[in-house]
């Protein structure tokens, strides 16, 4: 690992702007917005269903979470 290597914290709006400024709005919003994933696509070509709820998996991580305390 370089000795030489610094991070420095950068808030995300201080990088949208000056993506902005060098016209990667874009870039930015891909990077920094929401990470959501929208399956509909995956779904309607494909018939993909899911094989449980995200409720019903979102319990199951809780549980499991709550197990391992």
Do not use: C, H
Not at 10 to 15: F, I, Q
Not at 39 to 66: F, H
């Amino acid at each position: 690992m370089d000795e030489n290597l610094w991070l420095i914290p950068v808030p995300g709006s201080w990088l949208s702007f000056i993506a902005r400024l060098m016209g990667k709005k874009e870039i930015a919003n891909r990077l920094l917005g929401s990470l959501q994933v929208d399956s509909s696509k995956a779904r309607d070509l494909l018939g993909w269903k899911p094989v449980i709820t995200m409720n019903e998996q979102l319990k199951k991580t809780a549980e499991a979470y709550k197990k391992n305390e």
